[in-house]
């Protein structure tokens, strides 16, 4: 039974005790093995059909949501600027920040407190402050819970973006829709769990990484497309005809399925069966959602999908999309606004220089479709069972650069929000201080954040493991607090 020397007795009282520690050692490792696949699911309690991981699976508990939609403008949108409101810069505009610190954030030195570019008014019956950045949007102020306090671990767009999707500031975590797809499945067995649009004008600045799933497994990474270009090679040649094209997809699933009854215990096969399968299915509801012609006049006119601006059009194209997959009950939906491809603040919000100019053309692509999203998420019904979230990578400072008409970034005190299934509407949490500068009241962070959209979704984000090199990883590592307080 044992591997022993041939010139050592095999009854011997030493033998038996060594062959016995190595028998125990093999049992333990049996067990470790039979544990692992137990981690990969959110319940603990086995692990991803590989016949059809996408699957829809149990959450923790009942969910307040069904579905994300993320909104992501990539650059750091100025708070102070467009939600944050803070009369007492407007009052000490041109003055000193008072602090005993030395301001140098990123690029240099500060200059002195500058009071909102844009000017702020009440919005709706709330009368929440919201500045003429984005008038559409301040519009919808009775639907929105804003979280003042945000604040994220670095200054720099790469690692703060990689926060921000990921919960880590490395490289090599998977994103917080990964995560979800990784959890929950998908309830649309013919489209991705996960699906990631980039802005017209590229992608931002840490790429894939925002949609990637790292080291779990490749296939709840999130699929990248735009309303304007779809997934490549869904449709067949001309040359194939619909009939011949059917059939041999009809031969090809006999096919598979009489190699697969040869081979039971393959579960590396079923998975690759099931994925081209999802991938055939994919070649014709995937061309079918983006085909925005299906929508009324009155539809593409509220979102400004033929804008003589095409970089806003494409952007309304773009939501008009996000729409369309929700409604078809894709799980996770990453909507981009902002390129870093075109260099600082051109295609994004980074605006140190002349923030002035840059977004004055920023703000007109992203507020109306923006705003038109909300709505048409409202009338259809959408919005009771989609959580919002609307993000940046951190915020800017209260103060211009010296010898510049921009502000520098600023991760300590921001904000983002939420709107949708199971979060407070018309509501406000935490605040900077005086100036916009830093979180002071209820601080929050991006762990925080995403404890919170999991628990909307019914996970608890301590149980939402993966094992991985020797770890549970999480999505929220070894941190973050549901922030209650905007639960509605």
């Known amino acids: 039974m044992f591997p022993y020397a041939p010139f050592r007795d095999p009854h011997s009282r030493r033998d038996w005790l060594a062959h016995a520690a190595t028998g125990l050692g093999g049992i333990a490792l049996a067990s470790l093995f039979a544990e692992q696949p137990l981690r990969a699911n959110p319940d603990r309690k086995g692990g991803a059909n590989p016949t059809n991981p996408l699957a829809p699976k149990r959450p923790h508990f009942a969910p307040k949501a069904r579905r994300v939609l993320v909104i992501f403008c990539s650059g750091a949108v100025s708070h102070v600027d467009s939600w944050d409101h803070k009369p007492e810069l407007e009052k000490r505009d041109g003055q000193p920040l008072p602090t005993t610190e030395k301001l140098i954030t990123f690029q240099g030195e500060n200059g002195n407190l500058v009071k909102p570019v844009w000017k702020f008014r009440p919005r709706g019956k709330s009368g929440k402050m919201l500045s003429d950045l984005f008038p559409k949007l301040a519009e919808h102020a009775d639907d929105l819970c804003f979280i003042h306090s945000m604040t994220a671990k670095s200054n720099t767009h790469g690692p703060a973006e990689n926060q921000m999707s990921t919960g880590f500031t490395l490289d090599g975590f998977p994103s917080a829709g990964a995560w979800v797809s990784f959890a929950l499945g998908s309830e ?116 400004g999908t033929t804008d003589a601006n095409k970089t806003k059009a494409g952007f ?23 390129s870093y491809a075109m260099g600082e603040g051109v295609g994004n919000w980074d605006g140190h220089k002349t923030l002035k100019s840059q977004y004055d053309i920023h703000a007109p692509v992203f507020d109306g479709p923006c705003a038109a999203l909300l709505t048409d998420l409202k009338r259809t019904g959408l919005l009771k069972d989609t959580l919002v979230v609307w993000v940046t990578e951190f915020g800017r400072m209260p103060t211009f650069q010296k010898g510049a008409s921009g502000r520098d970034h600023n991760p300590k005190g921001f904000t983002v929000w939420l709107a949708g299934a199971g979060v407070k509407a018309g509501f406000s949490y935490g605040a900077t201080d005086d100036f916009g500068h830093r979180a002071v009241e209820k601080v929050a962070t991006i762990y925080d954040l995403h404890a919170t959209v999991l628990h909307l979704l019914g996970l608890d984000h301590e149980k939402l493991t993966y094992y991985h090199n020797g770890i549970d990883r999480r999505l929220t590592d070894v941190h973050g607090t549901v922030i209650k307080d905007v639960l509605a």
Not at 321 to 328: D, G, I, P, Q
């Open 316 to 338: 309304a194209r773009n939501c008009l999309l996000a729409r369309r997959l929700l409604e078809r009950d894709v799980r996770f939906v990453q909507l981009f606004n902002g």
């Open 188 to 303: 649309n067995r013919d489209l991705p769990a996960f699906i990631a649009i980039p802005d017209p004008r590229g992608v931002p600045q840490v790429g894939p990484n925002n949609w990637g799933s790292a080291f779990l497994p490749a296939v709840f990474q999130g699929t990248a497309f735009t309303a304007d270009k779809p997934i490549p090679h869904l449709h067949r040649p001309e040359s194939v005809s619909q009939e011949a094209d059917t059939a041999t997809r009809d031969f090809l699933k006999l096919l598979n399925n009489e190699h697969q009854k040869t081979r039971p215990a393959d579960t590396d096969l079923a998975a690759r069966i099931a994925a081209h399968e999802l991938a055939a299915r994919m070649q014709l509801r995937a061309s079918e959602v983006a085909d925005l012609s299906k929508e009324p006049n009155s539809v593409h006119d509220e979102y």
